[in-house]
């Protein structure tokens, strides 16, 4: 299971950590991402940290490269996102998620099988 945290309301150009702590074993062979959704749209990529067996890299939606930073702690099994220089179009419910999808499937949310309870991010202008 994901327990997801972090959220809130901040202005833009502020900055936000949203972190993510999961129980159960292994935590360090699941590809770990986050992802966002808006009302009436799909959840979509943002920042996807692999599995230490595919070396632990990360990355990024082009919308955010720059901005946001993804990392995972396999000892304390959390996965954070750290966000800054906000944007009103940042404004999202973010969840963070779990996979063991080999890495061609990273970016499809598809291909999570954990979801943690979603965080709403609001960016104001």
């Known amino acids: 299971q994901l327990q997801a945290s972090g959220g809130g309301l901040v202005q833009a150009g502020g900055s936000l950590t949203l972190s993510c702590e999961a129980s159960?074993?292994?935590?360090?062979?699941?590809?770990m991402g986050w992802f966002r959704q808006t009302p009436g749209k799909e959840r979509v990529f943002v920042a996807i940290?692999?599995?230490?067996?595919?070396?632990?890299?990360?990355y990024y939606a082009d919308s955010v490269k720059g901005r946001f930073t993804i990392s995972r702690d396999n000892a304390a099994n959390t996965v954070s996102l750290q966000m800054l220089s906000l944007k009103p179009e940042d404004t999202a419910v973010y969840y963070c998620?779990?996979?063991?999808?080999?890495?061609?499937?990273?970016?499809?949310?598809?291909?999570?099988?954990?979801w943690g309870q979603g965080t709403q991010v609001t960016v104001s202008s």
């Open positions: 998620g779990a996979s063991r999808v080999v890495l061609s499937g990273i970016y499809d949310p598809a291909n999570y099988i954990y």
């Open positions: 159960g074993r292994n935590f360090r062979d699941y590809q």
């Open positions: 940290v692999t599995r230490m067996g595919n070396g632990g890299r990360s």
